[in-house]
Nanobody, 117 residues
Framework: QVQLVESGGGLVQPGGSLTLSCAAS????????TAWYRQAPGKQRELVAA???????NYADSVKGRFTISRDNAKNTVYLQMINLKPEDTAVYYC???????????WGQGTQVTVSS
């Protein structure tokens, strides 16, 4: 069974930093586009950042310049480095792996990020 396991969430003060990790198992990780989404209470899930198998990246406008997505195919892991965090970044962050050719789509269980003083 495919598993995506996120880690690295927590409570941080405004202006602080966190790095999220997502480790995948039982998939050929390198061929997947991987992404981070987030969902705040009462809001829809939104795309935060994505990185393709060729390491092309895209970001939501709200996080450009503050968040960096990267991947290590040897470790089957995708990362989200977050700096200058703001209270509006508070959400549950979800890892996603997608392979469009065969419409394969997998999600992690989510990790809570809370930005508060």
């Amino acid at each position: 069974q495919v598993q995506l396991v996120e880690s690295g969430g927590g409570l941080v003060q405004p202006g602080g930093s966190l790095t999220l990790s997502c480790a995948a198992s039982r998939i050929i990780f390198s061929i997947f586009t991987t992404a981070w989404y987030r969902q705040a209470p009462g809001k829809q899930r939104e795309l935060v950042a994505a990185i393709t198998s060729g390491s092309n990246t895209n970001y939501a406008d709200s996080v450009k310049g503050r968040f960096t997505i990267s991947r290590d195919n040897a470790k089957n892991t995708v990362y989200l480095q977050m700096i200058n965090l703001k209270p509006e970044d508070t959400a549950v962050y979800y890892c996603n792996a997608h392979f469009s050719k065969y419409d394969l789509d997998y999600w992690g269980q989510g990790t809570q990020v809370t930005v508060s003083s």
